[in-house]
Each structure stands twice: as structure tokens, then as C-alpha cells.
């Protein structure tokens, strides 16, 4: 078992070192936020994520898992050095790559032994040769160090389960040793191992994320026409999916799609591209739809209503998908700006993603604390999130709670029949309207 160092523990590198740690390995996450770092010491996990603090604890008791403010006391007799720091969205859509060049600068002051370097956070390709030759100009004494790419894969909201039962592991390193070594890290996970070069392991984190991100506007674009002929969008994915050759995931219709990285990683790739005079044309277009999608129920409920003006409308849902508490890109913020904009009085609700929803969300949207108190009085309701909580409704609520039972749905989350029998007047995504 080998002594690991994560530095960040945002999302990912919190998820890693808490695994890491679970299949024997000794793991010191380092972050310089001494409140997050209080909090992570105790075994509280500073981000919403089912299951994660119980493994934490778990760790912690069996003094496998530390978490300090130190890098000098972090890298200390480490051989291997995670590095899992935000890169996040210039204005111009570039990775914004400071606290990556920072971590490399704080490696190399502070190692004293040889080490190998693992990124895996989510940098654009040829980024961790950069990373390689900013420590070695950085280092004082002759230390060896290999670098590996070894990009994740996590869902958010599933991520504990997604570290045990991954797909596939990547290891991209140049250096066999290197990538021996966090090979042999990683088998205690049972995973498929790849290897390949550092480059390409750095645009297979890029390439999948676009591809799945095609998947969804690929199906949002069909969902749209299906509305228009008369045809049912979760018939035809369940169609198309059976073909093996297609499959049956990440083609679900909705509202677009969300979150901290497709829009991000999407918008980079585009970037990467356009850096070797190469014009992303599809996955500019996936972007776009994309763009658009996060104005459909807006879009309906105007031609629906006459007007939206002093019209009262409850969303439920807020977090960009469920089981997470994450606003980021969240068609929720879209979707409440337009319909401000329009004169709507807009009241929020989300399982858990109240507390960022407040400082996430436009001024003016105000929140309550049950789906019964913001259906209370509405106009329409729009179901944002498919959160659990949501579909498993009695539909009776919508008709007895709102001034009329006007829902527009933006995850499919009830049958037809269903919205039918509840008398509801129901407008979903792809499908025809229940009026
Ligand atoms: C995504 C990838 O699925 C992970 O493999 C990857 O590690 C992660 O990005 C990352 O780069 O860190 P995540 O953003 O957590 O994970 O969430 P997903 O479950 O992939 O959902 C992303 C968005 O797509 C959500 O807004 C979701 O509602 C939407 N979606 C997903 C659809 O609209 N339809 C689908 O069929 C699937």
C-alpha cells in the first residue's frame, strides 16, 4: 500500500482520497481552506454527496485518511502526489489553469524524495507536460518525478458508487515506471485498467464528456421534432436503445444539461480545438441546442399562458440533476431569469440544493420549504429536477394546491395516462400535451 497526498479536495479529489484510502492506501488530503479542513477532520463531508461520510469516517478511525493545511507536512514521505484542484471557465471559455500552475510550484518546493505526479483534474491536452517541466524548473534538490494522467469519470450524486464500480480506469503516463505504479494503485478497485500516453488520456477525459454531452442534445433535438409529429420521445429511446450499438444511456430528454463540467469541458474542447485551426463544428452545435433547451419551458409556458406577467410560478427542482446540491449551470437560473424578465412571480424549492440555490440563483426568485407551500397559489409549475421526491407525487396535489393545475415538465417525470387521470393540463418534453 502506498503513501498518497491529494491536493484539492473539491469534488474529485475529496471522492479520490476518500477511496483511495477505503482499499488500504494511506492518503493525507491537503487544501488550503482551514474551515473546510476543520470540517473534513471531523469526518463531515463539506459537499452533499450520499454515502460519502460514512466512508470518511470509516478511514479516519482506521487512521488511514488525514486531511491537513500543510503541504510541507502533506508531501512529506509521499510517493505519489494526486493533484485535484479546480480548473475553471475563463470568460472566453478556456480552462483557467492558476491553481494547477500553483500546486506544481508548492511540489516542487516542498518534495524531498522521488515522486510521481497524477492529475486528476480535468486539463486541457498537453497541460501535464507543462505541469512536468513547471516542477522540475521549480525544483531545488535532484529528486526524480514522472507525471501520469488519470482523468475521472465520477458522476456527481453517484460518485462513491462510481469510484468502486467504474468502467474504466485511465492511466496515461510516458514513463512505464509511472504508470506501473499507479496501475498497481489501483488494482485493489478491480476496474479495467488502460494505459496509453499522457496526451491522449488527457482528450479521452475530453472527448467522453462531449460525446455524452452530443448524446443528450442529439436526443433533445429529436424530442423537439417528436413534439411537432406526433411522435413519443420515450418510446423512441427506449427503441434506439436497444440497440446495443447505441445503448440506452444518456438519452433521456429534458431540460439540457447542466452541472460543473459537460458545459465547461465542452466549451474547452471547442477551445482546444480551435488552438490547431480545427472548427469543433458538432460540438459547437451540441452547445447551442443546449443553449437552447435551457429556455423550452419558458418558451411553452408563454405560448401556453397569455401572458406571464404577475402570473405566480413554482419550480420544482432547482440542482442541475438530482441527489446533488449543485447550482452550477443549473437550468434552473436560465430558466428563472426569463421568466422575471417576462413579469413572473417565481418561488423555488429543492430537497437540498436550497442553500447555493440562494446565492446562485437571479434576485428576485423567493424559496419555500415544501413542494405543497410552493405549489400553494400557482399558476403553473415547472419540474426542473427529477429528483425522487417529485415523481413519486400524488398528482392530486397539483389539482388541489394551484390556482390551476398547469404543470410543464421539463424531465418526463409522469406518464401521460398518469397526468391524464390527475387531470392535469400537461406539457412534457417530446411528447404530445395532455389538455
Ligand atoms: C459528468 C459525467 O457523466 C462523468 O462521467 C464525469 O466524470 C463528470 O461529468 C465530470 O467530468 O466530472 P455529472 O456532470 O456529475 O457527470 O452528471 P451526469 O449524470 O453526467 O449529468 C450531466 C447533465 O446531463 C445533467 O444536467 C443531467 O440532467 C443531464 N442528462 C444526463 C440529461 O439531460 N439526459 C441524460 O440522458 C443524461
Redesign the pocket.
Known sequence: MKKIAVVGTG??GLVTGVALSEVGHEVTCIDIDEAKVARMQRGESPIYEPGLDDVMKRNIDAGRLHFTTNHNEGFTGKEVIYIAVGTPEREDGTADLQYVDQVAVDIASHVKQDVVVVTKS?VPVGTNDYILRTIKEHLTNGVAVSIVSNP???????AVY?AFNGDRIVVGADDKWAGDMIEEINKPFNIPVYRTDVRSAEMI?YA??AF??T??SF??EIANICEKLGANIEDVSAGMGMDGRIGH??????????????PK?TKALTQIASYVDHNFELLNSVIRVNNYQHHILPEKAKKVMDTLKGKRVALLGLA??PN?DDMRES?AITMSEELLLAGAEVVGYDPIAMDNARKTMPEGVSYVGSVEEALTGADAAFLVTDWDEFKALDLSVFREKMAQPLVFDGRNCYGLDQAAEAGLDYYSIGRAPVV
Request: charged residues 25%.
Open positions: 469534488y474529485v480535468t475521472e469519470f465520477l458522476r456527481e450524486g453517484n462510481d477525459k467522453s464528456n455524452l454531452a448524446k443528450i436526443i433533445n444511456q444518456f438519452l433521456r430528454a429534458g431540460i439540457g444539461y447542466g452541472g460543473s463540467c459537460f469541458d442541475f440533476k446533488t437550468p
